[in-house]
C-alpha cells in the first residue's frame, strides 16, 4: 500500500511539472537509427514503429508551434491597442 501511495505521489508531481510546461513546444528527438544492415532486419517493426510515432510527434510540433504563434500574435496585437491608448493619454498631457 505504501508503494501505491508513493507511486500516485511521483505521478501527481509529474503530471504538475508538465502541466507547467503545456505552454511551450518541445522538438521531439529523433529515435536511433542503426546502420548495421543486421540490425536494421532484426529491430525492423520496431524501428518502423519508433519513425512513425516520430513523425507522428513532429506533426505535433508543428502544430503547437502554430498555436503558439497564433496567440502571440493575439498578444501582440491587444498590446499593440494598450500601448497606442498609453501615447495618446500621453500626447493628451504633453499638449
Not at 511521483?10 to 521531439?28: E, Y
Not at 508543428?62 to 501615447?87: M, S
Request: charged share 25%.
Amino acid at each position: 500500500m505504501a508503494l501505491l501511495k508513493q507511486t500516485l505521489a511521483v505521478m501527481i508531481v509529474l503530471s504538475w511539472s508538465s502541466a507547467s510546461i503545456a505552454g511551450t513546444c518541445l522538438p521531439p528527438v529523433p529515435p536511433w537509427m542503426p546502420t548495421n544492415a543486421h540490425d536494421v532486419q532484426a529491430y525492423a517493426d520496431l524501428l518502423q514503429r519508433d519513425a512513425e510515432t516520430y513523425f507522428t510527434d513532429v506533426e505535433r510540433y508543428f502544430r503547437c508551434l502554430d498555436q503558439e504563434r497564433r496567440e502571440v500574435f493575439e498578444q501582440v496585437r491587444d498590446f499593440t491597442e494598450d500601448y497606442a491608448r498609453v501615447l495618446e493619454l500621453l500626447d493628451g498631457v504633453r499638449k
